[in-house]
Structures are given as structure tokens and as C-alpha cells.
Nanobody
């Protein structure tokens, strides 16, 4: 069993930076894949960034690549998502999720989900 809790989020201005944190409890942390997904208004849930197996594998969606960094702290059991140069299209509910076996960036492959945190970016 894995529990995830997102921290951060809120109202931001375009061009600002934001740091989201995912606190993970339960399952052995270092071996599981953790990813961030988001769901904007009227949109399907989409992959944002992910880290697998102690951070040895990372991936980013094209929409955030170059302005976002995902980082993993195995001692603190957290996975942070730093997003810079925020855009109004980044407005969404952001979720962190855990996949116990293997690495995948497809939301349907994830076993556990947090409750989500709202990020709103105004122009």
C-alpha cells in the first residue's frame, strides 16, 4: 500500500515559478516509479514528468521540457516538481502517482494516486 500527498499549488502569475512536492509513505520508496500528471479544465489527464528507480530514469512531457525539473529525495521520501516560466495553459489539477512494478509514463499503468492540488496560472 502506498499513500501520496501533494503539497504546493495555488494561484500564480504567468512567468512565475512553482514547486510541487509529493510525500510518499508505505511501500519501499526507492524502487517505485513516481510521476506527476495533470488535468486541465475540460481536458484529459496527461503526463507531466516522472522519475523511476531512485531517479536513474526521468522523463518530461514536451509541454514542460526545458522549464521543469523533477527531483527525488529517497531519504525524505519526496518527489518534487519545479516548474518555471509558468503559462496559463499550465492551469490544472496536479496529481502525483506511484507505480510499483517497472517504469511507465501512462496514467493507466499507475497503482496509487494522490488527491491532487490545484494550480492556476493567470496571464
Amino acid at each position: 500500500q502506498v499513500q501520496l500527498a501533494e503539497l504546493g499549488g495555488g494561484m500564480e502569475q504567468a512567468g512565475d515559478s512553482l514547486r510541487l512536492s509529493c510525500a510518499v509513505s508505505g511501500q519501499l520508496f526507492s524502487s517505485i516509479t513516481i510521476a506527476w500528471f495533470r488535468q486541465g479544465p475540460g481536458k484529459e489527464r496527461e503526463f507531466v514528468a516522472g522519475t523511476g528507480r531512485s531517479g536513474g530514469i526521468t522523463s518530461y512531457a514536451d509541454s514542460v521540457k526545458g522549464r521543469s525539473t523533477i527531483s527525488r529525495d529517497n531519504a525524505k521520501r519526496t518527489v518534487d516538481l519545479q516548474m518555471n516560466t509558468l503559462k496559463p495553459e499550465d492551469t490544472a489539477v496536479y496529481y502525483c502517482a506511484a507505480r510499483i512494478q517497472g517504469v511507465s509514463w501512462s496514467s493507466s499503468d499507475y497503482d496509487y494516486w494522490g488527491q491532487g492540488t490545484q494550480v492556476t496560472v493567470s496571464s
